[in-house]
């Protein structure tokens, strides 16, 4: 709105500096894993000290767990998202594709589940997860991360399958394309973006959930979440280890999330901010 | 009903037509049906009966609500979750606000500064929690770092303050999700139609003059969406917690959450749990229903 240059440059430096403070914690987070536990706990804090990669051996040393952890998250993100995925691309065709006057009240009521906490069917989960031998057990938190996310990815699929003009897939139904058909050759191909950012959107969210992860599992089927929420009991004593894993676990994000951040925002917010 | 069915093959296909996105669309209902609202429905059941640390169907009424409403550690989680939620609220609206008008300012590398300000909440709160509870922790990081630099007098140990450790949850909350605060508001800023904004500066109104009176009342849409799902997560926040102070120092930082968690595993209370959990599901169905049926009933854009 100011074309002023100096006023231009002057909020730039601010714009700056709250981006450096925002991205503080991470950093700090950042350099004392790269620090040795000595360096990290004795040495006057400096930001000039000579990097190491110790730690992260330590972190990723046989024993220490992380590859159990870091396998099961991987493990039971992808699958979550696969199936839910599988699940949602029906449904979200069906809606955009048929419409009736349900759609609408049907597509705000599975979004309104998204608000409902965790701890209003925590009990019961919990209840038939232990009958049926599903806690501790990646199965078992992977049915429930698809759960979880499910509303928001047959929202978000959704919203990209009705940015396809209608008139593409009519054409595919009056040449004679079967439903399986027109989905897979015809609306599928266009909006692959979409449902690839759907896909990250969903391996992020399930990546980084950790109420049912602390909650149903124990070990066997622990994820990062549960390994990281350990620490704080160990406190101080391998700090440098502590925080290279701690980096190892929010590295994938760090990544992903510099490509994904509209997505994000998007799916967060149920369409609110586009 | 789709109008693009094809007239001439009229039957069985037309029939497939009809039911199709009925039974493609089923299995996700039926299983958000039946993960949602019939475990809510089993919850509310355990609060009206005797479970302690096995379920048991025995009806006891109001017993375990009025268990609930004079436990001691329910009084400090509400009183809790009420400072933490409006402190919360509020300070991730103004910040947010003050952030997305900044960035409005066509800033050079807009992208990348969004991106950095939107990372906190991308990243899993529970690496971050804990980053911010070693960084709060007098012992490890901030205050030892001023006394390691010669600032011996330094002080900051409102982590393990019982009356303030509720206040360094606000904190790294607030960081949290500031910056997702700040892309709905830069969103609503986009939005907004230049013309009256043009019309003003040609009027000669100054800068903070046009966004108190024209822009920031056009907002009022991200506004209300804002305080929803802000005031939504506030109730939910758990990890945050778990991970920087467990509730600690003693029940100090308990929220309903955290409460909830603890009596159901801990303390083999799970018809108290089970209450406060209804209660908690009570509270945010009073909060996003309404604004679900306003929303539904404006047109889509």
């Known amino acids: ?274 | 009903m789709s109008n693009a069915s094809p007239e001439r093959d009229g039957g069985a296909r037309e029939r497939l037509q009809r039911w199709l996105p009925k039974l493609v669309l089923s299995p996700s209902c039926v299983l958000v049906l039946f993960f949602v609202y019939g475990f809510i429905a089993w919850t509310s059941y355990i609060s009206f009966s005797d479970s302690g640390m096995m379920p048991d169907y025995t009806w006891v009424g109001l017993h375990q609500w009025s268990r609930l409403w004079t436990s001691w550690t329910w009084g400090i989680a509400l009183h809790n979750i009420w400072v933490f939620g409006l402190l919360y609220i509020v300070s991730c609206i103004v910040l947010g606000l003050i952030l997305a008008i900044l960035l409005d300012q066509r800033i050079r590398a807009e992208g990348v500064l969004r991106t950095i300000y939107l990372y906190p909440m991308a990243l899993s709160f529970i690496v971050t929690g804990t980053a911010w509870q070693w960084f709060l922790n007098p012992g490890l990081g901030l205050e030892k770092t001023m006394h390691d630099l010669g600032w011996q007098s330094f002080s900051f140990n409102w982590l393990i303050d019982s009356n303030m450790a509720i206040y360094t949850v606000v904190i790294a909350a607030v960081w949290q999700a500031t910056g997702f605060v700040m892309a709905m508001f830069l969103a609503g800023l986009r939005g907004i139609d230049g013309e009256m904004i043009k019309a003003a500066q040609i009027d000669g109104a100054p800068a903070w003059k046009i966004y108190a009176r024209i822009i920031i009342p056009q907002l009022r849409p991200v506004f209300l969406s804002a305080v929803v799902v802000l005031a939504h997560l506030a109730i939910k926040s758990f990890d945050l917690i778990v991970a920087m102070t467990g509730g600690g120092p003693g029940n100090a930082t308990a929220v309903p959450a955290t409460f909830m968690y603890s009596y159901a595993f801990s303390r083999n209370e799970m018809g108290i749990a089970a209450a406060s959990a209804v209660f908690m599901l009570a509270v945010i169905a009073a909060l996003i229903i309404p604004y679900l049926y306003s929303e539904l009933r404006e047109p889509r854009s």
Do not use: C
């Open chain 1, 1 to 274: 709105m100011n074309s002023n240059r100096f006023t231009n440059g002057a909020l730039g430096v601010l714009a700056w500096g709250v981006a450096l403070l925002i991205f503080f914690p991470i950093l700090w987070l950042l350099l004392t894993s790269f620090k040795t536990e000595q360096q990290a706990f004795t040495v006057v804090p400096n930001f000039f000290f000579s990097p190491t990669l110790e730690s992260f051996k330590m972190a990723l040393a046989q024993g220490s767990g992380y590859w159990h952890y870091a396998w099961n998250s991987a493990l039971i993100a992808v699958a979550s998202t696969v199936i839910g995925l599988a699940l949602a691309v029906p449904a979200a065709y069906a809606m955009a594709f048929y419409p009736n006057k349900r759609t609408d009240f049907l597509l705000v009521w599975m979004v309104s589940t998204k608000f409902i906490p965790a701890v209003g069917v925590l009990i019961p989960i919990y209840l038939v997860y232990s009958a049926v031998g599903l806690l501790d057990n990646a199965l078992g938190l992977t049915l429930l991360f698809t759960a979880m996310n499910l509303p928001i990815i047959v929202w978000m699929v959704y919203s990209y399958f009705r940015d396809i003009p209608k008139d593409i897939v009519e054409a595919a139904d009056i040449d004679g394309a079967s439903i399986m058909q027109t989905l897979f050759k015809v609306v599928l191909p266009l909006a692959l973006p979409g449902l690839a950012s759907t896909g990250l959107l969903a391996l992020i969210l399930a990546w980084n959930e950790s109420f049912w992860s602390i909650t149903m599992t124990d070990h066997r089927a622990a994820t990062l979440a549960v390994y990281i929420a350990s620490f704080k009991s160990a406190e101080g004593l391998f700090w440098a280890k502590m925080s290279a894993a701690s980096v190892l676990a929010i590295a994938p994000i760090i990544v992903l999330g510099w490509f994904t951040q509209r997505q994000m925002v998007r799916g967060l917010t149920f369409g609110a901010v586009k």
